[in-house]
């Protein structure tokens, strides 16, 4: 089976490439995508939570996607709570 890092960033990035620019997704879009993806039924995709907030944080480490709250710029480790994620250029 893919590796579930993987499966979350491309999807992340499929899923902001299918929104007008400086559109936003939330992490919980791709975890539901990714497990349905493969086979999931139900509120399983909820504990796909953290490896997707983890995949964007590579994103941002890479300079692909910034991480947003009430529409700001915050650091992925500092922040608690709801977060969206925006791909950068």
Not at 19 to 34: D, F, K, L, N
Not at 38 to 46: C, F, I, K, L, V
Not at 57 to 71: A, D, K, N
């Amino acid at each position: 089976m893919p590796d579930l890092d993987d499966d979350l960033r491309t999807t992340i990035l499929d899923l902001l490439d299918q929104r007008a620019a400086g559109a936003t997704i939330c992490p919980s879009e791709a975890a539901r995508a990714v497990h349905a993806a493969r086979g999931g039924e139900g509120d399983g995709w909820r504990e796909l939570m953290e490896p997707a907030r983890a995949a964007a944080g590579g994103l941002v480490t890479e300079g692909r996607v910034e991480i947003t709250q009430g529409g700001e710029v915050v650091d992925l480790a500092r922040v608690k709570g709801p977060i969206r994620i925006r791909r950068i250029g």
